[in-house]
């Protein structure tokens, strides 16, 4: 019944879409001012990720550049007001009009970040958001076969397909470069390779202090803070299988070995209700809490997931890793294939189970054993380029060379 009410209320964006077209054709009458560049994020929904980090990049290094947060919720437009920054509802006269008169858009899921219908003209960068390790775009032939809306977006206006609208298309590495080429079936010279702007902020010298991870220092004395991120899943009822009773019973190993558990739903899954208990050694993250997992990871000592690409940021602080693959030949026909193959390019530890689970947490803080350096540190080679702290700059350099 919710899929049904899902992909229903996805109908009825796209038709509403559809009806408001000629305001897309409309757009390119509109002049376009060079130094006027927008940014959104996460379908306009969040202020976080590698859109954010230029956005301030250029807030604080280009004075010249009149720089443009756009999103669907008030409580961000007001955040960024209330920083002295620019900001307008996406879909509101000065969302459009801003949009319209841009010649540069930056994105980390597609034009639905900004305003798509105001984006006829201008530089459309692509900002994408992490290593692929899962199949996207073209590749993907389970979603696309599985998506109404995507089949309807071809054959009713494939004219206007994003994915053709964007000029450039930003990677952290030769593989992720030739993902691109072959998932969006882009030519090569529209990849541009400058390293991700989420990995400066992985990077940074003195990460920013997070009030949840000092909280829990203070009361749990030297405690170690580990990560669980599970991935996005078509189906809800298979993510909710996995926080099983076994899964709660870590609860004692972790007090045991004083390590605190944070866990973070993936951003499609935020209407899944957090599991709660005071005494609970695992805490379940809101998005209020950790609307970026980015300025998370430099705190935690060890991270766990399925079959997330976060592990391929986390590989630039070369930190265990533990894989949890309880159902990966669901996964494979159901969800998502991979590029590559998965137990020889995930770094760390596979489990079948939360005992197994257990039992690698004894031995990587435990007994301290780590056997996956050499093999961490080989893949992070393969998919980041770059750790200088550049990645920002490197952008917006480019993007400036482009106009100019």
Not at 37 to 66: A, H, L, T
Not at 82 to 97: D, M, P, R, T, V
Not at 135 to 142: A, E, L, R
């Amino acid at each position: 019944m919710e899929s049904i009410k899902k992909a229903m209320k996805k109908i009825i964006k796209f038709i509403k879409f559809v009806l408001l077209l000629p305001l897309y054709w409309i757009s390119f009458l509109f002049f376009k001012e060079k130094k006027l560049w927008v940014f959104g994020s996460w379908f306009g929904e969040r202020y976080s990720d590698n859109s954010k980090y230029v956005f301030e990049y250029v807030q604080k290094n280009e004075p010249d550049i009149r720089a443009v947060w756009l999103s669907h919720r008030k409580d961000i437009v007001k955040m960024l007001e209330l920083k002295g920054y620019e900001a307008y509802l996406i879909n509101s006269f000065k969302g459009y009009i801003t949009s319209a008169k841009a010649s540069v858009y930056f994105f980390t899921q597609g034009l639905v970040d900004v305003n798509s219908l105001g984006s006829g003209r201008g530089l459309k960068i692509q900002l994408w958001h992490g290593v692929p390790l899962k199949k996207i775009g073209y590749d993907d032939t389970i979603t696309r076969n599985t998506s109404i809306t995507f089949r309807m977006s071809q054959k009713l206006i494939p004219f206007i397909n994003e994915v053709n609208r964007w000029s450039y298309i930003i990677s952290s590495s030769d593989y992720t470069s030739k993902i691109f080429q072959s998932a969006f079936r882009k030519p090569k010279e529209h990849i541009v390779m400058t390293g991700y702007p989420r990995s400066d902020i992985i990077l940074k010298r003195n990460p920013d202090q997070i009030y949840l991870i000092n909280e829990l220092k203070k009361k749990h004395g030297k405690c170690k803070v580990i990560g669980y991120f599970p991935t996005f899943r078509n189906d809800e009822k298979h993510h909710l299988m996995l926080f099983n009773k076994g899964f709660f019973n870590l609860n004692q190993l972790l007090e045991e070995l004083n390590v605190i558990l944070l866990v973070k739903f993936h951003f499609g899954h935020l209407d899944i209700p957090p599991y709660y208990n005071e005494a609970s050694r695992i805490i379940f993250l809101t998005e209020e809490e950790c609307e970026d997992i980015n300025f998370l990871l430099p705190h935690l000592d060890l991270i766990l997931t399925d079959y997330s690409g976060v592990f391929y940021d986390y590989l630039l602080l070369n930190r265990p890793m533990i894989f949890i693959p309880f159902d990966i030949e669901e996964y494979l026909t159901e969800d998502r294939e991979f590029y590559d193959d998965y137990f020889e390019s995930t770094p760390g530890i596979k489990c079948s189970d939360w005992d197994e689970v257990g039992l690698s947490l004894k031995k990587i803080i435990g007994e301290k054993v780590d056997e996956y350096k050499k093999q961490r540190n080989a893949i992070k080679e393969k998919v980041h380029n770059f750790e200088d702290l550049n990645n920002c700059k490197r952008i917006v350099e480019f993007v400036k060379k482009e106009m100019y």
